[in-house]
């Protein structure tokens, strides 16, 4: 169930870099809602971290929350705010992914 809860944690992670990405793109109140959905998936995705931890050693959740993170991040800049999909970044992060399946099956 925590490996559920730390992958939901990463998604957050996701949520609050997607926020900061649309905060600089917007003005006035629009603005400020997507400050407000930062602080709220941040606070969700360190809370459940925090709960993910109580079973999984902090030397494996943590990477793999950031890892999930990055790449969640990457996916929705280049679907979301057009960044390039270039090869290498593709290359690396699917090593990132492989990295993130690798400490999950080292557990």
């Known amino acids: 169930m925590n490996w559920i809860i730390l992958i939901v944690a990463g998604l957050f992670e996701t ?8 905060m600089k793109e917007t003005a006035g109140a629009e603005h400020w809602a997507w400050c407000a959905g930062f602080i709220v998936c941040l606070l969700l995705s360190m809370v ?5 931890v109580h079973s999984i ?3 494996t959740a943590y990477p793999v929350w ?3 993170g990055a ?9 979301f705010f057009k960044e390039p999909a ?3 970044r593709l290359f690396f992060i699917t090593t990132l992914i492989a990295s993130i399946v690798g ?3 080292s557990h």
Not at 71 to 79: A, D, K, N, Q, R
Request: aromatic letters at 8%; a positive charge; hydrophobic letters at 60%.
């Open 66 to 68: 950031t890892g999930i």
């Open 48 to 52: 459940l971290l925090a709960k993910a």
């Open 86 to 88: 270039t090869f290498w």
């Open 57 to 59: 050693p902090i030397g």
């Open 15 to 22: 949520g609050f870099a997607a926020c900061l990405g649309k």
């Open 103 to 105: 400490l999950k099956m």
């Open 71 to 79: 790449v969640g991040t990457v996916v929705v800049g280049i679907i």
